[in-house]
């Protein structure tokens, strides 16, 4: 049967309005990067955003080291509470979750990270670090820009939160933000009117067969590869289960969701996420004690229900904040926007442990710690080895790789 203006039409605009629908035109040879090319890996990153300046500082303490009990004789953890990496180095109280997957060989601590000239505005830095910019005009994002080497139609999923990140912003497409995965199926019907729609869609799909090559009949291959997908994500969303006890946080919830996406087959292969409230200017102890539990539990439960699931080798987990904190506490029992700080990785690819020496509590920049690894070099490390998409295309410059990941990894 031929196909009518007003029916291509209908269901072309239906499709077109529809995010989630983008993302399954991958599942279509032509979207695909061939095997050779680049961004043909198979792997999967998330990204953690830690907003508000996390205090690198009190994640992970140099206890051996004097300067700091006397930069922090208030907020300093107690000796026989910290979890000891080394002589020299030791996690929160609060970091358990993270000193078990360094035991497993399973995390990297990124010492001494940040950028030449460090802006101390929460949105100025934030923009640096979404854009891997120094200046502002910079309109896309790093992962943005990523993404379309990846042969994606949508520039990753968000999770969580009422905006798209700065980060996953690119030249084409947009990412899609979601709370729950029921919002990855309704986002390929539109909203109000999903039956009717998906009905056109699905009518439209079962015409004639894809044998021409022409506009419309890509169209309906499509249609018939976003319901199939859908109908497979909807039956292993059902029947999802998972022996691990994830803590009854926001950030857990959030990472569990993105560990029941990846086990779906979902084929997105970068996610992000945030959690907020580091700011903590006053009465810091509780607060940040509080949010460095719920980022350690958050990530070890995600990183125990993707080995759970086959996928562990294919997830790397990256976190950051857009800076640190001054080196002294100051008088409201709290600490002040910094600069360098650390960055963590988490995933079986990574060379476990610390890596890079920690800063000076001596040797300050106007009272903060100077960073000795560039930001951008950790985001060209994960481009050019994980993603395997050109990292000076999306950058800008050649940036020298850090020794993030194990050999074969790389």
């Known amino acids: 049967m031929p196909i009518s203006r007003r029916d291509f039409l209908a269901s072309s605009a239906a499709l077109a309005c529809a995010t989630g629908a983008s993302a399954f035109w991958k599942s279509v040879a032509l979207a695909a990067p ?42 300093k953890p107690a000796g026989n509470r910290i979890v000891r990496i080394n002589d020299s180095l030791a ?21 001494g990270v940040g950028y030449p000239n460090p802006n101390r505005s929460h949105f100025t830095s934030m923009d640096i670090w979404h854009t891997a910019m120094l200046t502002p005009e910079e309109a896309y ?32 497409g947009r990412a899609v933000t979601l709370r729950t995965l029921a919002d990855y199926d309704l986002q390929v019907a539109g909203s109000g009117d999903s039956d009717r729609r998906r009905l056109v869609i699905q009518n439209f799909a079962a015409r004639a067969s894809a044998d021409s090559g022409d506009l419309a009949d890509l169209v309906r291959q499509s249609s018939r590869e976003t319901y199939r997908s859908l109908a497979r994500l909807r039956q292993i969303a059902a029947r999802y289960d998972t022996p691990v006890k994830y803590p009854t946080t926001g950030l857990a919830g959030r990472l569990k969701l993105v560990a029941q996406l990846i086990a779906a087959g979902v084929p997105e292969r970068v996610y992000y996420t945030s959690l907020g409230g580091f700011d903590t200017h006053s009465n810091q102890g509780e607060q940040h004690h509080n949010l460095l539990a719920e980022l350690s539990g958050a990530i070890e439960a995600f990183q125990s229900d993707i080995a759970h699931h086959g996928q562990q080798k294919r997830v790397l987990t990256v976190t950051f904040s857009e800076f640190g904190r001054r080196v002294k506490e100051n008088a409201s029992l709290g600490t002040d926007h910094g600069a360098a700080s650390q ?11 610390p890596l890079g020496d920690h800063p000076s509590l001596t040797d300050l920049d106007d009272g903060d710690l100077k960073f000795h690894t560039d930001f951008r070099r950790v985001y060209a490390t994960i481009l050019d080895q994980w993603l395997k998409v050109p990292s000076a295309e999306i950058l800008g410059a050649e940036f020298k790789p850090i020794e993030l990941f194990k050999a074969a990894a790389a």
Do not use: C
């Open 34 to 75: 061939a095997a050779d090319q680049p961004g043909a890996a198979d792997t999967i990153l998330v990204v953690i955003e830690l907003t508000g300046g996390n205090d690198g500082l009190n994640t992970v303490i140099p206890h051996g080291d004097p300067a700091y009990a006397a930069a922090r004789p208030k907020l």
């Open 91 to 111: 996690f929160h109280p609060a970091l358990g979750g993270l000193a078990k997957l360094l035991e497993r060989s399973q995390l990297t601590i990124l010492q």
């Open 141 to 172: 994002g790093w992962l943005g820009k990523g993404i379309e080497k990846l042969g994606s139609a949508i520039n990753g999923i968000a999770v969580g939160g009422d905006t798209t990140p700065r980060a996953l912003s690119g030249p084409t």
């Open 343 to 353: 960055m963590f990785a988490v995933g079986e690819a990574v060379n476990a442990g």
